[in-house]
Structures are given as structure tokens and as C-alpha cells.
């Protein structure tokens, strides 16, 4: 057996996959984990040193998001010594495992919410929580629509008798709210997240709703939960991974920062789609349920604002960045398919500090828009007799009509895939773009977006083109080109393009 390597993650690039979706190794049509482990040579050729599995624990839905047993695998997916080869073979290869752990709800069909709603005097009543039907009248009425819920709903009748007490669910009625103020609810998730770090060896945790622990008019309560949690975490394995998802703004997503050390940076990502749609350099936030362009602002200072905002609260903070994930449309639909767009964001993305997310089949351009099934449509391996892709849904936008499969796009010098390839290749090999701080390098043309990275006596230059059209760089500081230099001719950088020098 070869020898264990060692990963740069956190510092280093990471893939999120929906185990779902993936890869078919038995043909039953739902990709399973020994399709993943048989895939693990793809990712360790693209470059990646982490992985990010979305839910795989036992649920009756196909996103399996309202879990019914937290010390399990899905049997779709295999059985748990399945589940450990994978991890065990990633690790292998240097590439760390982090899993989905969804403790802000169970499933209402998990055993503590079926005794919960027997009665008040069931043990399990303190797991949840409960309210009665007048105190709340003016709540169940209706509630704004979020980012990361489209519900209006919190509170939910048990059965649908709308005359008995009612409980907490922030996304739907499926996933009853647990209770953080019951001591037994806080043992038995530091017991949960124990078992995996402890029996199955995963490497962290990726924290889903991070920021709906306690209600918005509790948010410090959940402040002091991820704190302990962290903490909790910390003894059980040093060296723990935990990355929150907090869609809120920067000053909020602060004091989450406080108890995790990285979070999802939602800001970045909506910033870097706007830059290359609108083709200028533009930063965006998140205000209510979508996007705001903020049109006189500067991704880059927006950016280097909010890094050290997150770092005031935790030293030893790093960003997790992305361009899309399981939750938006995907990237490329938002850029009407352009595949110069998509490489374009790809630079952009693994150019900056933080650890970069790949959704997978973003790197091979794969389509889609909401409903949520839609985004999360099976991945393209090839095109004829492709008998790892899974087919339990049919696909609507990433099929062989609009998308090239891995297979075609390896052969493919210029395409997505080896462009991806090449820049993650890049980020892995000069160490000040994995590590280095963001510096500012300003250029007038707004269409340009320019930054520096800077590590220790060592100091990286990086331009985009955002415009579809050459674009003259007026700079003495270009002297050695490491990367892009074919597209940097006679003084101009070409369309959509970017160079790293120094």
C-alpha cells in the first residue's frame, strides 16, 4: 500500500459532491460509495485535497437533509464499511473527508420526534420545541423568505390537529427544530459528531443552517452553542474541520466566526458572478432572499474588508469560497451557458485566498436551475455507454445536448476541465497563492480586476479581463508572466482572460 500523504487543506482547494448523483458502480441508478472511491483517481488528478459529501445519513427524501438516524449511512449509498473504504482510500491519497452534520433539525420521522409527540410527559418532549397555538398566533401567520429557505411557516401542527401544541421547524414541517436548550440534546450531538470523528475517521464537519440554532432573536445564544461545540470538537480531534453555512451579512457572519473557524462566504460568490455578468469589477450582498449589486463598490475592498472583520473575531479564521453549491442555480446558467464566463469565474475563484468549494460538475460546465433536484442533476462522466452515471432523475439541463462529459473534456486541452485543472494545479504549486494575504493592486479601467497576493518576501500580481475585448495594461510591475502569458500580446490582455506574474 502506498504511503499516506499529506493535505494542504485548509489551505488547499475542495469538492463538494452529492453522493446521489455522483457515480453508479452497481447499477441500480443512485450513485453509491464505491462509484465515489472509484472516482477518488479523478479528483486526486484534478487536483483537489478535500471533499465535501453532502447528507449521507438515513432519510426517507432524496436530499436526505431531515435525517432518521444519525449514527448510519443511507443504504442506497451502501453500507458503513463502504462508507469507511472511501474514507480510508481518500485519505490515502491526501484528500481529507468532511460529511454534512444537520443538527439544527432532525427528520420527523427520527425516533426522538415520534416519542416527542406522544405527549408532554414523553421523555423526549425536551428535544424539541413546543408552544401553544395562542401564544404564537401572531408568529404562524407568515415569515419572510430567505436565502436558505423559501418556508413561511415555523410553527407546525402535530398531524395536522391545528387544537394541540405546535413545535418548531424553521425549513418545513419534515424537520422539527431540536431544542439547544436541553442539556440532553447538546450530549447527544457531541456524542454524534464523536462517532464519526472517532469510529469512521471523517475529518470534520460541514454545518448546515448553522445560523438558525436558536431563533434570529436568540442569534448570541447560537453564537455561545458553535463555541462550545467547537471546543467540544477540538478534544475529541485537534485538528478538526469546521465550516459553517451562515447566509447573513459580514457583521453578522462575524460573530459566527467567534465559534467556527470558516464559513461559507456568500458575499464572494454572488460579488464574482455579478464582476463577470456585468463585466466590471462590482462586489454583492445578501439582502433578504437574493443578491444586491452593489455597483460603486470594489469586490476586491469588499473582500479584504470583510477578511478582516472575520479575523477580529477568530485569528485563526480562513474563508470558505465558492461560485455555486447545491442550493443555487448553478453557476453557468447564470451565465447563459458561456463557457468563456465559466472559466473566467474559475480564475477569478482560485486566484483568491481562502479554501476554494468546487461544486462537482462545475468544472465540466454542468447546467441548472431551481427547483433543487434541477442543480443537483447526475454527473457526466461520458457520453456512450456511461455506466457510472446515475439516472434517478432525468436530467433537464445538464445532459449530452449541453454539456461535454469528462471523458471528451480530459482529451480537450482548452476545455473547462483542464482549465480548472491547470489553475488548481497552479494554486498547489506556488504556495503565496494558497497562503498568501490579499493585497490591494488597483487599476483604473473598472473592466480589469486586479489584486496582489502576498507571502512572507514573496509577492504575486493577478489581472482579469472581465470585458470581452483586449484590454491594454498600463503597469511596469509585469515582469515574470506565471500564468496566462499566451493571452498577454503586444502589451494587452485578451478578452475574458487573466495572467498571474510577478
Excluded at 69 to 79: A, L, M
Excluded at 105 to 116: I, K, Q, R, V
Excluded at 145 to 172: C, L, M, P
Excluded at 342 to 365: H, Q, R, V
Amino acid at each position: 500500500m502506498k504511503p499516506v500523504k499529506t493535505s494542504d487543506f485548509p489551505n488547499a482547494v475542495a469538492y463538494e459532491i452529492f453522493i446521489q448523483s455522483f457515480a453508479d458502480s452497481n447499477g441500480d441508478g443512485i450513485g453509491d460509495f464505491n462509484g465515489a472511491t472509484q472516482k477518488l483517481s479523478y479528483l486526486e488528478d484534478l487536483g483537489v485535497q478535500a471533499v465535501w459529501l453532502m447528507p449521507i445519513m438515513k432519510s426517507p427524501s432524496y436530499h436526505k437533509y431531515d435525517v432518521t438516524d444519525y449514527k448510519s449511512v443511507h443504504p442506497d449509498y451502501g453500507t458503513m464499511d463502504d462508507f469507511k473504504h472511501f474514507v480510508k482510500e481518500a485519505h490515502r491519497r491526501g484528500i481529507k473527508v468532511i460529511i454534512d452534520m444537520i443538527i439544527n433539525h432532525t427528520g420527523s420521522e427520527h425516533p426522538w420526534f415520534l416519542e416527542a409527540k406522544k405527549g408532554k410527559d414523553n421523555p423526549y418532549r425536551e428535544y424539541y420545541v413546543w408552544a401553544d397555538k395562542d401564544s404564537i398566533a401572531d408568529q404562524i401567520a407568515k415569515k419572510e423568505v430567505t436565502q436558505d429557505s423559501d418556508n413561511i411557516r415555523q410553527w407546525h401542527a402535530v398531524d395536522g390537529d391545528e387544537s394541540k401544541e405546535h413545535y418548531y421547524g424553521f425549513f418545513w414541517g419534515g424537520m422539527p427544530d431540536l431544542n439547544f436548550d436541553s442539556p440532553k440534546v447538546r450530549k447527544e450531538i457531541v456524542d454524534i459528531s464523536r462517532f464519526w470523528l472517532e469510529e469512521v475517521d471523517v475529518d470534520g464537519f460541514r454545518l448546515d443552517a448553522a445560523k438558525h440554532i436558536y431563533p434570529d432573536d436568540r442569534v448570541k445564544d447560537s453564537y455561545q452553542w458553535w463555541q462550545y461545540y467547537s471546543n467540544e470538537m477540538k478534544k475529541i480531534k485537534s485538528d478538526v474541520y469546521l465550516v459553517g453555512e451562515v447566509w447573513a451579512p459580514a457583521e453578522l457572519v462575524k460573530e459566527f466566526a467567534k465559534g467556527l473557524p470558516a464559513l461559507f462566504n456568500f458575499d464572494l460568490a454572488g460579488s464574482i458572478q455579478q464582476a463577470v455578468i456585468n463585466e466590471k469589477n462590482v462586489a454583492a450582498t445578501i439582502e433578504g432572499p437574493k443578491w444586491v449589486m452593489l455597483e460603486n463598490e470594489s469586490l476586491i475592498d469588499r473582500l479584504m474588508e470583510q477578511r478582516e472583520l472575520f479575523k477580529s473575531a477568530n485569528k485563526d479564521y480562513h474563508d470558505a469560497i465558492f461560485l455555486s453549491n447545491h442550493d443555487q442555480n448553478r453557476v453557468l446558467s447564470n451565465f447563459d451557458g458561456d463557457i468563456e464566463k465559466g472559466k473566467l469565474a474559475a480564475s477569478i475563484l482560485l486566484t483568491l485566498p481562502g479554501s476554494p468549494y468546487i461544486y462537482y460538475g462545475e468544472e465540466i460546465g454542468m447546467l441548472g436551475m431551481k427547483p433543487d433536484p434541477n442543480i443537483r442533476e447526475p454527473m457526466l462522466w461520458n457520453n456512450e455507454g456511461d455506466s457510472m452515471r446515475t439516472s434517478w432523475m432525468k436530467s433537464k439541463y445538464a445532459t449530452d445536448e449541453t454539456v461535454t462529459p469528462v471523458a471528451k473534456q480530459q482529451k480537450n486541452s482548452t476545455s473547462m476541465l483542464n482549465h480548472y485543472k491547470e489553475l488548481i494545479s497552479l494554486r498547489n504549486e506556488h504556495e503565496v497563492l494558497a497562503k498568501g494575504e490579499l493585497i490591494k493592486y488597483p487599476l483604473e479601467n473598472q473592466q480589469l480586476l486586479s489584486f496582489g497576493r502576498k507571502l512572507n518576501d514573496t509577492t504575486y500580481y493577478v489581472i482579469h479581463n472581465l470585458s470581452a475585448e483586449p484590454i491594454e495594461i498600463k503597469s511596469t510591475k509585469i515582469n515574470q508572466i506565471i500564468f496566462g502569458k499566451s493571452d498577454f500580446v503586444d502589451g494587452k490582455l485578451n478578452g475574458r482572460k487573466s495572467i498571474v506574474f510577478k
